[in-house]
Antibody, heavy 120, light 110 residues
Framework: QVRLVQSGAEVKKPGASVSISCKAS????????FHWVRQAPGQGPEWMAK????????TFAQKFQGRLTVTSDTSTNTIYMELTSLTSDDTAVYYC?????????????WGQGTLVSVSS | EIVLTQSPGTLSLSPGDRASLSCRAS???????LGWYQQKPGQAPRLLIY???HRATGIPDRFSGSGSGTDFTLTISRLEPEDFAVYYC???????????FGQGTKVEIK
């Protein structure tokens, strides 16, 4: 079955950068786009970016433009995100999700999430 | 950017009850691109409904979605113990390619 497995929790200081990976299995990696979505404590999810793993084109939420890098590696079926200039507002669980492109564009399935804590 | 407002914030119900969750958009959602997710503590969200009224794979038929324009509803016909969770609506705007979520409705055991 389709499975997305993310890298482990991270603790960072303000101003640092964080990188998270998401390894996909169970289907043809290049057949579907991927998303990064984050969820701050007690808040609803927030969409960050979408990547076409075949070719690597990325669409960003305006809020993260310039501070977020998203890449894909078709040799390992893995997508990556890097978020720079971290502040305490970036403390959240970060999820990768595969795109479900039927009657719109949805997030299904999701990775297990990666907790990123930003604190001095 | 379309803002989604969910109500109520919390719904206190008993197993077997009917639940109606509302999602209101700040402007019309094009093409009925509105979906719903369920999230349990410590888990990732799970897609329940897409395209306003279509159930995702494996979702029981007690879950249904309806609506159009700016007003959408998720209905759970008879609550099962495993349905007590937080529910989020999400819209997709194809031009520009933007995704937004509501702030969630918690369905708790009364």
């Amino acid at each position: 079955q389709v499975r997305l497995v993310q890298s482990g929790a991270e603790v960072k200081k303000p101003g640092a950068s964080v990188s998270i990976s998401c390894k996909a299995s169970g289907y043809i990696f290049t057949s579907y786009y991927f998303h990064w979505v984050r969820q701050a404590p007690g808040q609803g999810p927030e969409w960050m970016a979408k990547i076409n793993p075949s070719g690597g084109s990325v669409t960003f939420a305006q809020k993260f433009q310039g501070r977020l890098t998203v890449t894909s590696d078709t040799s390992t079926n893995t997508i990556y995100m890097e978020l720079t200039s971290l502040t305490s507002d970036d403390t959240a669980v970060y999820y990768c999700a595969r795109d479900f492109p039927t009657r719109g564009s949805w997030f299904d399935p999701w990775g297990q999430g990666t907790l990123v804590s930003v604190s001095s | 950017e379309i803002v989604l407002t969910q109500s109520p914030g919390t719904l206190s119900l008993s197993p077997g009850d009917r639940a109606s969750l509302s999602c209101r958009a700040s402007q019309s959602v094009a093409n009925s691109f509105l979906g719903w997710y369920q999230q349990k503590p410590g888990q990732a969200p799970r897609l329940l409904i897409y395209g306003t009224s279509h159930r995702a794979t494996g979702i029981p038929d007690r879950f249904s979605g309806s609506g159009s324009g700016t007003d959408f509803t998720l209905t759970i016909s008879r609550l099962e113990p495993e349905d007590f969770a937080v529910y989020y609506c999400q819209q997709y705007d194809s031009s520009p390619r933007m995704y937004t979520f509501g702030q969630g409705t918690k369905v708790e055991i009364k």
